[in-house]
C-alpha cells in the first residue's frame, strides 16, 4: 500500500497541534464559562445618546439596543475549546494578530515568533476569547477594548496607574453575596471569574470616563462589590434566588407559629 503524506490542506499535520476547528457545535465547551451562561446585558436608548442610530443590537432606526457590559454588540455563541486554533486558517493575519495580542498585554513580545502560531500564541488568543466570552462580546470588540485599557489604566486627574479591585475579593463578594441570596448555589467557578472579570470591566469603564469627562462635569463611579455582586446573581440566577426566597420565608412564618402557640393547643 502506497505510503501518504500531509498535504498542504493540513497544515497542522506532523506539528503536534490540535487539527483546525471545523465550527462550533451545541455539545462544545465554552471557554471560561458554564453552558447556558448569560453575561451581564442592558439597553441603550438612541434618545438618551443623542437619537443616534445604527447602535449595536438595533433592527430598526430609533430602537432601544440590547448591549453587552462593553456597551458592544451582544456575541450570540460563545467561544470554545478549540477556537484559539482558528487564526491557523488565515496566516496572513497572524502577525498583526500578535502585535494586537502584545498590545493588549496578553502576549509577552519576547516569547513571540511573529508569523508563527505556537501553543504560547493559542494560550493568549484563549484568553482573548475567554474574556470575550465573560463580557458576551465577539473577539474583536474585546480585543480593542483590552489594547485601549491594558496593560496600564491611567487615572482620571493624576495619570497615574489606576488601582483596581483584586479579583479574589470580587470572588469573595460574589460567593457572599450567593450564599445571602440564593443558600449557596450560585457559586461555579467559572461564574465566579466571570463576575470578576466583569466588575474589573466597570471599574475600567469608570476610569476610561473620568480621563474623557470635561474637566467640570461629573461621571458615575461603579457600584460597591456587594451591591455588584447580588444585582449580577438576580440577573443571571433570579430562579434559584426567587426560589430561595420563598423557601426562607416559609420557614420564617413556621418558626413564628411554633413560638407562637400554645402548649395542648389551647
Do not use: C
Not at 68 to 78: H, K, M, R, V
Not at 136 to 153: E, F, H, I, Q, R
Not at 180 to 203: C, H, I, M, N, R
Amino acid at each position: 500500500m502506497a505510503k501518504t503524506t500531509p498535504t498542504s490542506e493540513d497544515p497542522l499535520a506532523g506539528l503536534g497541534i490540535p487539527p483546525l476547528p471545523t465550527g462550533t457545535t451545541q455539545t462544545a465547551n465554552p471557554l471560561g464559562v458554564p453552558k447556558g451562561f448569560k453575561p451581564a446585558t442592558h439597553q441603550v436608548s438612541p434618545t438618551g445618546m443623542g437619537g443616534l442610530e445604527g447602535l449595536p443590537g438595533q433592527t430598526q432606526p430609533g430602537e432601544v439596543a440590547d448591549v453587552n457590559a462593553l456597551g458592544t454588540s451582544i456575541q450570540s455563541e460563545p467561544y470554545v475549546q478549540g477556537d484559539e486554533w482558528a487564526p491557523l486558517n488565515d496566516p496572513e493575519s497572524i502577525g498583526p494578530l500578535q502585535e494586537q495580542l502584545v498590545q493588549a498585554g496578553l502576549l509577552n513580545p519576547k516569547n513571540v515568533v511573529l508569523g508563527r502560531w505556537d501553543t504560547t500564541s493559542a494560550a493568549a488568543y484563549k484568553t482573548l476569547l475567554t474574556t470575550a466570552n465573560a463580557y458576551g462580546a465577539n473577539k474583536d470588540d474585546a480585543l480593542t477594548y483590552l489594547m485601549n485599557t491594558s496593560p496600564g489604566v491611567k487615572g482620571a486627574s493624576t495619570g497615574q496607574a489606576a488601582k483596581i479591585t483584586n479579583p479574589e475579593d470580587s470572588k469573595a463578594a460574589f460567593r457572599a453575596a450567593a450564599v445571602k441570596l440564593t443558600g449557596g448555589v450560585s457559586l461555579p467557578k467559572a461564574q465566579q471569574d466571570a463576575f470578576a472579570a466583569w466588575y474589573q470591566a466597570q471599574e475600567k469603564a469608570v476610569v476610561q470616563a473620568g480621563n474623557t469627562a470635561d474637566p467640570n462635569g461629573t461621571y458615575t463611579d461603579a457600584p460597591s462589590l456587594g451591591t455588584a455582586a447580588e444585582n449580577y446573581i438576580m440577573q443571571h440566577d433570579k430562579g434559584d434566588a426567587v426560589a430561595y426566597g420563598m423557601a426562607s420565608r416559609s420557614q420564617e412564618f413556621q418558626d413564628l407559629l411554633a413560638s407562637t402557640s400554645v402548649p395542648g393547643g389551647k
